[in-house]
Nanobody
Framework: QVQLVESGGGLVQPGGSLRLSCAASGSIFNIATMGWYRQAPGKQRELVAIITSRGNTNYADSVKGRFTISSDNAKTTMYLQMNSLKPEDTAVYYC??????????WGQGTQVTVSS
């Protein structure tokens, strides 16, 4: 089993920055990818950014150039640096871990609100 705990969400003004963290614990030796997803009210959950076990990254077009995903070498903590935040970035952000044996793990989510 894997446990994921997000932190770092909050209220920020447009143009501001936040850094989300995802702490992973448990059987985290078989990671294929880790990623950040978000879900705004009334909308489906969407991929924000993903990082593979080899460190390759991919981003949603809406956040390219503004958000950066990273992880520590042990893959126990993943980060999402969010810059130049916009009101449309407001959502609950979820941490995800997908293992090579096709297990899908989710954190409980952290609220990000971008508003003046």
């Amino acid at each position: 089993q894997v446990q994921l705990v997000e932190s770092g969400g909050g209220l920020v003004q447009p143009g501001g920055s936040l850094r989300l963290s995802c702490a992973a614990s448990g059987s985290i030796f078989n990671i294929a990818t880790m990623g950040w997803y978000r879900q705004a009210p009334g909308k489906q959950r969407e991929l924000v950014a993903i990082i593979t076990s080899r460190g390759n990254t991919n981003y949603a077009d809406s956040v390219k150039g503004r958000f950066t995903i990273s992880s520590d070498n042990a893959k126990t903590t993943m980060y999402l640096q969010m810059n130049s935040l916009k009101p449309e970035d407001t959502a609950v952000y979820y941490c995800n871990l997908f293992s090579r044996d096709a297990n899908d793990y989710w954190g409980q989510g952290t609220q990000v609100t971008v508003s003046s």
